[in-house]
Nanobody
Framework: QAQVVESGGGTVQTGGSLRLSCAAS????????VGWFRQPPGKEREFVAA?????????YYSEAVKDRFTISKDRTKNTVNLQMDSLKTEDTAVYYC?????????????????????WGQGTPVTVSS
């Protein structure tokens, strides 16, 4: 499976923006979706956003980031990016990319997202007030 490396994290003030990037060695060719998760301090890892890789350009977002974050892909560079705008202090976390996101649709109104592929080392994002 693809090995991934995240980059682009840093420290920003409330309301600011950051752009994260996930690069895959060997590409994402065999995956359905690639996505981002995050782990806030002292909390469990949670889903942030995902995008389909080979089939269309379907995007998924958690309610916490919807309308503020934008996930995109560049198939020529084998990268998935996460544009984060209007950042809040609660967005502070280590952000991880996963090369194979499974989307459970047992309840289509509330899909479940699981990272089944390789995890990167994570990139920290700190939003200060």
């Amino acid at each position: 499976q693809a090995q991934v490396v995240e980059s682009g994290g840093g420290t920003v003030q409330t309301g600011g923006s950051l752009r994260l990037s996930c690069a895959a060695s060997g590409g994402f060719s065999s995956t359905y979706a690639v996505g981002w998760f995050r782990q806030p301090p002292g909390k469990e890892r949670e889903f942030v956003a995902a995008v389909t890789w080979n089939i269309g350009n379907i995007t998924y977002y958690s309610e916490a980031v919807k309308d503020r974050f934008t996930i995109s892909k560049d198939r020529t560079k084998n990268t998935v990016n996460l544009q984060m705008d209007s950042l809040k202090t609660e967005d502070t976390a280590v952000y991880y990319c996963n090369s194979n996101v499974h989307i459970g649709m047992s309840n289509p109104m509330f899909p479940k997202f699981h990272g089944l592929g390789a995890w990167g080392q994570g990139t920290p994002v700190t939003v200060s007030s």
